[in-house]
Structures are given as C-alpha cells and as structure tokens.
C-alpha cells in the first residue's frame, strides 16, 4: 500500500475497484485470447477470399473490435472504463443473439461461420456466456 493509499483507507474513503482483478483477471484472459483469435480469423479470411462471404468476415473483424475495447477496458479500471466496458458487453450480447439467431433463421446468408454464428457454437458458446459473466462482474464492480 502506497501513502495515498493509506491515507484513503485511514480516511475512510473507498479505494477505486480494479477491474482486472479476481474474477476480472480471467475475463481479461478469455477476451484477450477472443481478441486476437477473431481479428486473426477474420484478417486471414479477408486476405484469402474477401469476396467469398464478406459479411461473415466483417462481422468477426467487428467482434475483435469489441473484444479489444472490453479487454482495454478492463485492464484500464475506473468508472469510465467500466462503464464503456459495461456498453460494449451489453453490445457483444446483442451481436451474439442477433447473429446467432440470424444464422438459425437464414444460414445461407453466411458462406462461412463468424464468431456469433450459431451463438458461438463454434467456440463452446462462449462468446454468449462471456458477456453475460461480463456484465455481472462489471456491475458488482460499481458497488464495490
């Protein structure tokens, strides 16, 4: 513990909440590896055969995109971090239920699967459980 540190415990102020830390330590983990394994993904993708199924690609280049601003995020902290963090997450679920479903609905609108296809069936559904745990946690952040 640093002076300042200290010197807000002894004064009873509350200590800022480390978004990283604990249980935020694995979600950094989990969408650190998603950020790079979508953006890996869809950048090959692109390079080898764009015109084969753009959308496709597009929406796992998107989702890296999301990924990486939830990781900074989180590795951040403080409240604005959190609450851009909390945006993103609530964004990520609505492209996994969207895209997901739309791949149920309609799968010859896709050439090649995206990181939501099918809920993220294709990566064990956690890209719909991980916003969902993300959200929990961010929210229990700001009581804390």
């Not at 300042?4 to 102020?13: H, I, L, S, V």
């Not at 939501?116 to 294709?122: L, P, Q």
């Not at 064990?124 to 991980?130: C, D, S, Y």
Request: with cysteine; glycine share 10%; net charge positive.
């Amino acid at each position: 513990m640093t002076d300042t540190d200290t010197t807000r415990a002894t004064a009873g102020e509350k200590r800022p909440f480390d978004l990283g830390s604990g249980p935020g330590r694995v979600l950094v983990w989990f969408y650190g590896v998603f950020t790079v394994a979508a953006a890996s993904r869809s950048i090959v993708q692109m390079i080898l055969d764009f015109g084969r199924a753009p959308l496709a690609y597009v929406l796992s280049a998107v989702a890296a995109v999301v990924y990486g601003f939830i990781t900074y995020s989180l590795v951040r902290g403080g409240e604005r971090a959190r609450r851009t963090a909390l945006a993103c997450c609530a964004a990520e679920l609505a492209g996994v239920l969207i895209v997901g479903m739309w791949t149920l609905v309609e799968p010859s609108a896709f050439a090649d699967a995206t990181v939501w296809s099918y809920c993220g069936r294709d990566y064990l559904f956690i890209p719909v459980i991980l916003p969902v745990t993300g959200m929990m946690w961010l929210r229990r952040a700001r009581t804390a």
